[in-house]
Every structure is written in C-alpha cells, then in structure tokens.
C-alpha cells in the first residue's frame, strides 16, 4: 500500500471535561484522517478506579455517550479513524460501551481496545517515588497503578483496521505519534522522526490551549471569539515536520506565541523531554508562522526511549471536607475574618492541615500583597482532609453553624465531603508490562486467543 504524502491529525479533547462541540466541527469539517481525544489526567484515571471499585462495568470517561452520540456517525461518513484514551481504569468496558452505542446508531463499527496499563498487581511496594523518593507503599492503600504507555502499544490496534481505538493510560504525545509510525512505516528506533511526531503531538494533546484557550489575557494577549474556539490539527509529513491549523471560522488563534506557550507547557527540561517512545530535544524545534492560523513546525530532534516507564500511582488518602460562606455588604471583610477565626478555633486541634481562604482577598496566593480597600462581598472557603468521613463532615457542619452562631449576614452557605485519592509517580522496566489489543464489533465479539506481533504487545484475533 503506497504511503500517504501527509496524514490529518486532529486534536477533539484536551481533558476529561472538555467541549463536545468543538470536536463535533473537526469531524464534520477538518478533513481528518484521524481524530485524538485525549480525556485522562492522573487524578481522573484514579478517580475513575474508585468508580471501578464500585462498579465493575464502570471505571470509563463519564462524557463517554455524549461524545461517541455526538462523533461516532460523522467519523463513520467521512471515514475518519479515532484513538481516545477515554477507557480510563476501565478500556474494556469502555470498548463494549462504544459498541453498543454504534448499535444503537445503526452503525457497522470495528473497536480495538489497548490494555497493560494497569500494573497494580506488579507493582513493587518499596519503589522509590519520584516526589520524595520514599517507598509508594509509605503513601497509604493503593487503589492503582497505571504505566504510561507508548506508541508501540497502539500500533496493533491500527493494524486491525478498527474505527475506533481505546486505550487506557497512554502518554498524551503517544496517541498522536501512533498514527504517524502506521502510516509512514517509521522505525521504533528511529529518534529523529519519534521527536518529531511526539512534538506536534505534545502541541495537539491540550486542544484548545493551543489555539488560544489558557492563554488568553485580555488588553495582552487578545484571542478572538473565545467562545467559539476551534480545536487544532496538524498536517503531518513522512519526514515527521508538519503545519498546524484549525478549522476556517472557528474561533481562536494559532500564533507563535500560542504555539510556544503550549511547547513549553507541562515540561521540565527542554532539551530533555522524556515519553515512552522517545527522549525529545525542543530546543532544536523550528517555528514559522505562515499566516491565517497556520504554523509550521520542523526540525526536533531527540535521543533514544528509556529502559523504564512511568507509573502513575493512586492510594486511598482519606477524606475531604469543604464549606463556604458569603459576607456582604459594610464591614464584610472583617465579618468573614471573625468566622475564620471561629473555624479555626473549633477545628484546627482535630484538622491540623486545615484551610480557610477569603476568595477575592487572598485564596490563590496566600495573601493580598498590601492591596488596601475592603471588598463589598468576600466568600469564606474552609477546607480539611481527616482519615474518615466524619471528621472531614465536621468541616461543612461549622461553616453552616456560622448561620447563627457567627458574625452577622452570613448567607448561601454549601458543605460537602468526598473521598480523597492521593498521587504519586515512580518508575518501572519497560520489560515488566506487557500490552494486548481486544477486538470488538457491532457483531459479537472476536474470538479470544492472543497472536504474538513482535515488539508491538499481544494481539487478540
């Protein structure tokens, strides 16, 4: 089969939460060869396994039907292919939910699902964490363990032809890459080219960050039709360079300046930003604004993978309980300063790690740097974990006692408790996880009975 001249990689999620609609518009307008939802986070994959925990059939993206409703028709019409690591802590059921839906729509589909991320069961409990460097088991019970794969891992999947991948936790530049080595017939030793596809996928992988979302700064960094932002793309060569763009009258921007900001972006050496598949240098990264939301991106460069993966660890932390209060009105300031100090009174003897904020006055930085003046309105944010629920509900059950046992006008107060999951990271041998690939279709699914395909995981026929 002769090779494509470029393929058309389109980013339709950045996040867990992220817009529908956006997506919607590169599926039926982008032209795509392939539409990447990137949905996972570490703090959402293991939030997700305590969904798992309770539900064995659940443990996916939440958004999960809203998205594939949305998507699944027009990727089907205009025959483009999707890879989304939506599966969470949960890949397969999220395969069979996928299936069911294109069941539902009347739509022949082919699914392929990634597993082997999970390594809980072959995780050494004295690892060191990258954090602080003591023992995971020190951090409290486990409740996942998630390696971040690769490319390689993805590649039996495209092999089978199938509409839509899932996968679990897979690096963010990795579900872009992947497409690239399948369509160009790149080697997985070849750096060079690994760099190249790992940048444009690291500057697709946060969606509308790169088209002026997160950036925008108004009167500074202007961004036009902000509510209406397109979600890029990137016209990708065989020789791994490649120009970004985005649907015409799609809101937002791609400039140099929203393209370095997101090269830059969760990274923190440069010269030596390390993924499953390759040790990229953006240092050596080529830039060249070619007009009208165009840029062209060339040049990385790179060393080969590492011998070790990344684990992305979650443990049971205990609970988190919240409350908020709002003061208003003559005085507010000091009213809400009275109901801190009340708090703190009853409640820092049991919740040492108590916190109480005055949003608008000094809840993101800590303080209010000098600024004079008194706010009209200030809302008080209390916040405290506790190893169980009861005690983390203390902390709601005192901001709403300041209705009547605290300064006066207090109003809307909200309280809340939930489960809290700790992350840490450490390192495993590549050679300890093993990655298969599970075929489904609007049919029943393929009989089991896994193939060996060499350096690319196990495949199931």
Request: proline share 7%.
């Amino acid at each position: 089969m002769p090779r494509p001249r470029t393929l058309r990689i389109g980013c339709g999620a950045g996040f867990q939460g992220d817009r529908i609609d956006p997506a919607v518009i590169l599926a039926a307008q982008g032209r795509l060869d392939w539409l990447v939802l990137e949905c996972l986070a570490e703090r959402t994959v293991a939030a997700a396994q305590l969904r798992r925990l309770a539900d064995p059939d659940q443990g996916y993206d939440p958004l999960l039907r809203a998205r594939m409703v949305a998507l699944l028709p027009l990727l089907k019409r205009s025959r483009c292919r999707m890879i989304s690591n939506l599966g969470a802590a949960n890949p397969i059921a999220a395969g069979r939910a996928v299936v069911a839906i294109a069941q539902e729509l009347g739509l022949a589909l082919k699914v392929a699902v990634v597993t082997g991320d999970d390594v809980l069961d072959r995780l050494d409990p004295d690892a060191p964490t990258l954090e602080t460097g003591q023992p995971v088991r020190e951090y409290g019970p486990l409740i996942s363990a998630s390696a971040y794969l690769g490319a390689d891992a993805i590649l039996p999947a495209i092999a089978t032809g199938a509409d839509v991948i899932i996968t679990g936790r897979v690096a963010d530049p990795s579900l872009f890459l992947a497409p690239m080595v399948h369509a160009f017939g790149w080697p997985l030793d070849d750096p060079k080219l690994l760099a190249r596809g790992t940048v444009i996928g690291h500057l697709l992988e946060c969606a509308g960050q790169l088209t002026g979302g997160y950036f925008a700064d108004p009167g500074f960094k202007d961004v036009r039709d902000l509510a209406h932002l397109g979600f890029p793309f990137c016209d990708v060569e065989p020789d791994g360079n490649g120009t970004l763009g985005k649907v015409p009258g799609t809101g937002g921007a791609i400039t140099m300046r929203t393209v370095k900001e997101q090269l830059l972006y969760e990274v923190v050496d440069p010269t030596a930003y390390v993924t499953p598949d390759v040790v990229a240098d953006l240092g050596t990264v080529d830039l060249v604004d070619l007009g009208e939301d165009r840029i062209r991106v060339s040049n990385a460069d790179g060393l080969s993978r590492t011998g070790t993966l990344k684990v992305s660890v979650g443990y049971r932390a205990g609970w988190i309980g919240e409350g908020e209060i709002s003061y208003a009105g003559p005085n507010a300031r000091a009213r809400a300063e009275l109901a801190s100090a009340v708090l703190h009174e009853r409640l820092h003897h049991d919740l040492p790690d108590l916190r109480i904020d005055l949003i608008g006055i000094d809840s993101m930085h800590r303080t209010c740097f000098g600024l004079a003046g008194d706010p009209y309105e200030v809302r008080l944010r209390a916040v405290a974990s506790g190893h169980a629920r009861a005690l983390a509900e203390r902390v709601g059950l005192e901001v709403e006692a300041l209705y009547t046992n605290g300064p006066a006008g207090g109003g809307g107060a909200r309280r809340w408790v939930s489960e809290r999951v700790g992350i840490v990271s450490t390192l495993m041998p590549r050679d300890a996880v093993r990655s298969s690939v599970v075929r489904l279709s609007t049919g029943r699914p393929a009989a089991a009975g896994p193939a060996s395909l060499p350096g690319t995981g196990d495949l199931a026929p």
